[in-house]
């Protein structure tokens, strides 16, 4: 789930991560993804820039991110942005767009410092992936188009570790 917060001032970052099973299948894969934040959301805009490696196992399917983030209140951001741009044609991720606006409870200090918050929350709509279900979907009965809202919210139960809910 896309969020209203985003990457800033020369801060680079990257994940990886493991689906077992893949939906719709019985093998596993993962993806991994990396980006650069540049400019100041607190006093112009950030923008983010973000690669993603669709498929771990055969290390290929690369797509492209961005996103533009504004910090709009104490706590509060929105982000307006893309995924899975310019994606290899055997991609099974459709290219989306997206608004996000996301909030950190400021009555609610993090044990995890310089963080705000033990609670955050996003919400958003977009297209592509947040408005198109998959071929699998539909061939199991399932309406063709989906909610285009998602959401998240994440609560800190332990000092640097969440509890995350998305949908």
Do not use: C
């Amino acid at each position: 789930v896309p969020t209203g917060w985003g990457a800033y001032g020369g801060m680079a970052f990257y994940g990886v991560s493991l689906t077992t099973p893949q939906v719709y299948s019985n093998a596993s894969d993962g993806n991994a993804g990396a980006g650069i934040g540049i400019g100041n959301p607190y006093t112009n805009v950030g923008l983010e820039l973000s690669v993603a490696m669709m498929d771990l196992s055969q290390q290929d399917n690369f797509s492209f991110g961005f996103k533009v983030h504004r910090n709009i209140a104490d706590g509060t951001s929105i982000g307006i942005g893309g995924l899975n741009m310019f994606h290899d044609a055997e991609s099974d991720a459709d290219e989306s767009y997206y608004v996000a606006i996301s909030h950190a409870f400021q009555s609610m200090p993090s044990g995890t410092q310089p963080y705000e918050s033990k609670l955050l929350f996003t919400i958003g709509a977009g297209n592509g992936m947040f408005r198109n279900m998959s071929d699998y979907d539909i061939a199991a009965g399932k309406n063709k188009r989906g909610t285009f809202v998602f959401g998240s919210a994440a609560y800190e139960i332990f000092k640097a570790t969440n509890l995350v809910v998305e949908w």
